[in-house]
């Protein structure tokens, strides 16, 4: 099956700061989410971004789907951005979406 | 609009013992999800279901595992025995293809089992 993987696997910010998450992933896809999943556990889906750049707000997300790999920006920190980023694709001709093993993000005020 | 409804939000069993989760999903909803979520790992697919028929089951251990949406609409997820190694949030959710194919999953807020 796809393979999809998530850099860094823990990340540490103080307040303010800015960063950015990667997922990288092993065939081409036709879906590609990102979700945040909060310190109480509730997946929120951020962005539904299979190509291009789409920007809400403080969060932004580019694919490059010819290069596989997916990136999430997330600038001036907040402490509510806490919680664990994940990234889930599916494969062009599957239904089947597949979940990175996710970024740890603590934003220490 | 209401989200996706899960219960219970927590259960603690012994093993051996059987479990039922419950959900239900978004109203219009027609696919729906149920996914395991063991500690430290991201979400994986149990079974899929488009209105009530399940079209992807792959994954279900189906020894001890059980699942039906009747009427296309809410579901039951059952493990029955349980085992120490069930131990993990069991995640429903749903989605309604969009209009340019999007699949946009939401989820419910889990539940949680605990198996001793």
């Known amino acids: 099956g796809i393979q999809v993987e998530q850099s860094p696997p823990d990340l540490i910010l103080q307040e303010g700061a800015n960063s950015t998450l990667r997922c990288n992933f092993s065939d081409s896809v036709n879906n590609l989410q990102w979700f945040h999943q909060n310190p109480w556990g509730q997946l929120i889906n951020l962005f539904y971004?299979?190509?291009g750049t789409k920007q809400n707000g403080r969060l932004s997300a580019t694919t490059v789907a010819t290069e596989r790999y997916s990136l999430l920006y997330i600038s001036s920190s907040q402490t509510t951005d806490s919680g664990v980023y994940f990234c889930a694709v599916e494969r062009t001709g599957s239904e089947k979406l597949v979940f990175g093993k996710g970024t740890k993000l603590t934003v220490n005020p | 609009e209401a989200g996706v409804v899960q219960s219970p939000r927590y259960k603690i069993i012994e093993k051996k013992q059987p479990v039922a989760f419950w959900c239900n999903p978004i109203s219009g909803h027609n696919t729906l999800y149920w996914y395991r979520q063991n500690l430290g790992q991201g979400p994986e697919l149990l079974i899929r279901y488009e209105n009530e028929e399940a079209v992807d089951d792959s994954q279900l251990p189906k020894d001890r595992f059980s699942a039906e949406r009747l009427k296309g609409v809410d579901s039951t997820l059952k493990i029955q025995p349980a085992e120490l190694g069930d131990s993990a949030v069991y995640l429903c959710a749903s989605s309604l293809v969009g209009s340019f194919g999007a699949n946009v999953l939401t989820f419910g807020a889990g539940s949680r089992l605990t198996v001793l």
């Open positions: 971004i299979p190509s």
